[in-house]
């Protein structure tokens, strides 16, 4: 199963933008690179979404480097409800999570 | 309707107990999974129901036995399960098998005395 690798954790003040990376160089030219969250005491929620070229939604932006290598999931403006654990996970047949960046937002 | 239901919330059992898992979804999904997270730790795939049929099993104990009686319902049942089992159980639903969307319940805090 294709593997992604993410930092344990990462701290953002609020109101400002956040990076979350995420290495995938075993991806192949299939699979789409997804990103779910986990708010406490919930089930993983939907981010966004791609599989080449950049994609934004309503909830953050998904930066896909051009080798596909790797991908950054943007939160523009981080607020205190964004504190979750951040999945990138590679979509082939099914969805297989990697370890997670639990993102803490500072008041 | 965007939900996945899952009951119940919370589940104390004896190791020799049997009882089910229960989730529900109304989206016309085709689609269903069962997921296995231990605290602080990723959801951990178990099962894949595509079209009613089992689709993926991820080499997990004979002890949890998965069913889907119809497009809408999946069952996990439970049998002499070990304390080690205790953990979160998610089910999840996506449009097909693959699709682009996984929608997931709150889950089942399970817990085997």
């Known amino acids: 199963d294709a593997k992604t690798t993410q930092p344990n954790s990462m701290e953002s003040n609020e109101e400002e933008p956040v990076h979350l990376p995420c290495n995938h160089s075993t991806i192949s030219g299939t699979d789409y690179i997804h990103w779910y969250r986990q708010l406490p005491s919930q089930g993983p929620e939907y981010v966004i979404h791609g599989l080449t070229s950049n994609v934004n939604n309503r909830m953050a932006s998904l930066a896909i480097a051009e080798d596909r290598k790797s991908s950054t999931l943007i939160l523009h403006r981080a607020t205190l409800r964004d504190a979750a654990v951040y999945y990138c996970i590679l979509r082939t047949y099914k969805y297989i999570f990697g370890t997670g960046t639990r993102l803490k937002v500072l008041a | 309707d965007t939900e996945v239901t899952q009951t119940p919330k919370h589940l104390v059992m004896g190791m020799t107990n049997k009882k089910s898992l229960k989730c529900e979804q109304h989206?016309?999904?085709?689609?269903m999974y069962w997921y296995k997270q231990k605290a602080k730790k990723p959801p951990e795939l178990m099962f894949v129901y595509s079209y009613e049929k089992l689709s993926i099993n991820e080499s997990v104990p004979s002890r949890f036995s998965p069913e889907c009686p119809n497009s809408s319902l999946l069952n996990l049942h439970l049998h002499a399960l070990q304390p080690e089992d205790s953990a979160l159980y998610l089910c999840?639903?996506?449009?097909?098998?693959?699709?682009?969307?996984?929608?997931f319940g709150s889950g089942t805090q399970l817990s085997v005395l």
């Open positions: 999840a639903s996506s449009r097909s098998p693959g699709g682009e969307k996984l929608f």
């Open positions: 989206m016309g999904h085709r689609a």
